[in-house]
C-alpha cells in the first residue's frame, strides 16, 4: 500500500522560510515524478512545483519561481520543498503527489496537471501571517 506523508507545515510571518517534507512508504520514488500543489480556502487546488525521478527536471508554477525549490532524496525516499520569502497569499494545505513518468518525459504540461497523479497525501497547513 502507498502512503505519502507530509510534514513542515506552520505558522511563519511573511518574509519568513518553511522546509516541507514528503515521505513515502510502498513506492520507489526513483520510478516516479513527484509534485507539490497547494489549495487555499475557497480555491481550486493548483499546481506549484514538480520534480524528476532522476532530480534533473524541476518545474515551477511563476508565483513561486525564485523562492520556492523543490528537490528529492530517493535512497530515504523523500521530496521536500523549501519555501523562501513566504508571503500571505502562500497561505494553503500544501499536497505531495507522485506520477508515474517513463525516463525522457518530464514534460511540463504533464506534470502540472493534478489529475495525472496516481497517489497523494493528506496534506499539511501553511500559514503566512502579515
Known amino acids: 500500500q502507498v502512503h505519502l506523508v507530509e510534514s513542515g507545515g506552520g505558522l511563519v510571518q511573511a518574509g519568513g522560510s518553511l522546509r516541507l517534507s514528503c515521505a513515502a512508504s510502498g513506492l520507489p520514488l526513483s520510478n516516479y515524478a513527484m509534485g507539490w500543489f497547494r489549495q487555499a480556502p475557497g480555491k481550486e487546488r493548483e499546481f506549484v512545483a514538480a520534480?524528476?525521478?532522476?532530480?534533473?527536471?524541476?518545474y515551477y508554477v511563476d508565483s513561486v519561481k525564485g523562492r520556492f525549490t523543490i528537490s528529492r532524496d530517493n535512497a530515504k525516499n523523500t521530496v521536500y520543498l523549501q519555501m523562501n520569502s513566504l508571503k500571505p497569499e502562500d497561505t494553503a494545505v500544501y499536497y505531495c503527489?507522485?506520477?508515474?513518468?517513463?525516463?525522457?518525459?518530464?514534460?511540463?504540461?504533464?506534470?502540472?496537471?493534478?489529475?495525472?497523479?496516481?497517489?497523494w497525501g493528506q496534506g499539511t497547513q501553511v500559514t503566512v501571517s502579515s
Open positions: 503527489a507522485a506520477v508515474h513518468i517513463t525516463p525522457g518525459s518530464f514534460y511540463n504540461t504533464f506534470v502540472s496537471d493534478q489529475y495525472r497523479y496516481s497517489f
Open positions: 520534480i524528476s525521478w532522476s532530480g534533473g527536471n524541476t
